[in-house]
């Protein structure tokens, strides 16, 4: 397994970057986080995304994408991270969009994938409830059999990208109890169904979220995705997907709130001497570097690993988040303590990015759930 980017994935790196430097600087962030009347992106710059490829990349051909792997999402997905752009990549095409393309429903298949993929249309995933701990199989959310389909009753929480969503692909127990790995089916329901009502979450990095209330909502039979009480297997494999576009943009992030402390120890005098001559600042600066480095490593072997269907790659993919979530807070908190009492201020664009660290870390598995995930699947 390579753990360097091909001549075809250096070329989709250089131009993603200059894309997000000259769209998405981590000052729209802020902009967008203190408008009001904002959904928290912009969709303009979600379908210029759209035009470089960027929501096709994961999707075969013959739906109309680009045929390509994980590992060139990830790819998009660092150079994402650089600037914090908010965009729904993850929530509506990583998640969404292969929830549909893996569920093979075909009508509904022709009805979304092309907007997804266009970004014409958003869709989101409510899969996690409260007090969940990431273990999406514990679902109170209930689908009951009607003679036209299903009628969904619960309540999901922080639904990514959900607010302002043109639908949600919503998990709900047809059979078994909160806890059991089988029974749980996925239905795509728009959110102007009668009885669906959204709520808008703020979280601390200011991303777009939801709270989803279903309230005996009515769903076709045609909007089940999949097989009946088998929709946990899809889901788990596309959170493993989203796990690794999310390892992807962390990367991205810590790597650039380092190279902006790195910047900030060379020009910042103190005492008549530049701060980054001190040698318990560049003991701490080698620390984070070294952290990031083995945090690059491990989410090139995850993305490569699930591309090559090696079965590893689940155990690989958490070593990746847990190893993210540390550098990307390390790296963060570092920034804050080497820019001194500037790195407190909103003023300073670190603050953004360690916002996001504790967001990502958050997200589908913090480092502790991830460290105990690897020891089950090594039967430690």
């Not at 994935?9 to 802020?30: C, E, G, Y």
């Not at 089916?185 to 959110?191: A, D, G």
């Given at each position: 397994?390579?753990l ?21 600087p981590?000052?729209r ?42 590992a ?25 969009g ?10 509904l ?64 127990r047809?059979?078994g109890?909160?806890?059991?790995p ?32 279903l ?27 989203a ?15 380092f ?39 491990a989410?090139m072997?995850?993305a ?13 993919i ?18 804050v ?14 603050g ?20 105990d ?8």
């Amino acid at each position: 397994m390579e753990l360097v980017l091909t001549d075809e994935q250096k070329m989709l790196d250089q131009s993603a970057r200059n894309f997000i430097k000259k769209a998405s600087p981590v000052t729209r962030m802020r902009e967008l986080r203190d408008n009001p009347e904002s959904i928290g992106y912009d969709k303009a710059v979600f379908k210029q995304m759209a035009k470089l490829d960027w929501t096709a990349i994961l999707f075969p051909e013959a739906l109309g994408g680009m045929g390509m792997g994980m590992a060139d999402m990830v790819v998009v997905m660092e150079a994402i991270g650089t600037g914090l752009a908010p965009e729904p990549l993850v929530p509506s095409v990583v998640m969404a969009g292969q929830l549909l393309a893996l569920s093979e429903n075909k009508v509904l298949m022709s009805e979304w994938l092309d907007p997804i993929i266009e970004a014409k249309k958003v869709l989101a995933v409510a899969c996690q409830e409260k007090n969940g701990r990431y273990d999406i199989s514990r679902v109170t959310t209930t689908a009951q059999k009607t003679d036209g389909g299903y009628t969904l009753n619960g309540e999901k929480s922080q639904v990514q990208g959900g607010w302002s969503a043109d639908a949600v692909i919503v998990s709900a127990r047809t059979s078994g109890q909160a806890g059991d790995p089988d029974g749980l089916s996925l239905f795509l329901v728009p959110t102007v169904a009668p009885g669906l009502t959204l709520t808008r979450q703020h979280r601390v990095d200011s991303r777009n979220a939801a709270r989803v209330r279903l309230e005996n909502v009515s769903v076709p039979q045609a909007n089940l995705l999949g097989q009946v009480d088998k929709g946990g297997e899809i889901l788990s494999k596309v959170i493993d997907m989203a796990t690794i576009a999310l390892c992807g943009e962390m990367l991205g992030g810590m790597s650039a709130v380092f190279e902006r402390t790195l910047a900030y120890l060379k020009e910042r005098v103190q005492f008549d001497v530049v701060i980054g001559t001190f040698q318990g600042l560049q003991h701490r600066a080698a620390r984070i570097f070294m952290e990031i480095e083995l945090a690059r490593s491990a989410v090139m072997a995850a993305a490569r690993a699930f591309d090559e269907k090696d079965d590893q790659a689940a155990a690989l993919i958490s070593v990746a988040k847990a190893r993210c979530s540390d550098a990307y807070i390390l790296a963060t908190n570092e920034a804050v303590q080497m820019h001194g009492g500037i790195g407190m201020s909103d003023e300073e664009d670190v603050g953004l990015y360690m916002k996001h660290a504790r967001a990502a870390e958050m997200t589908f598995g913090d480092a502790a759930f991830h460290r105990d995930r690897f020891a089950s699947l090594k039967g430690y």
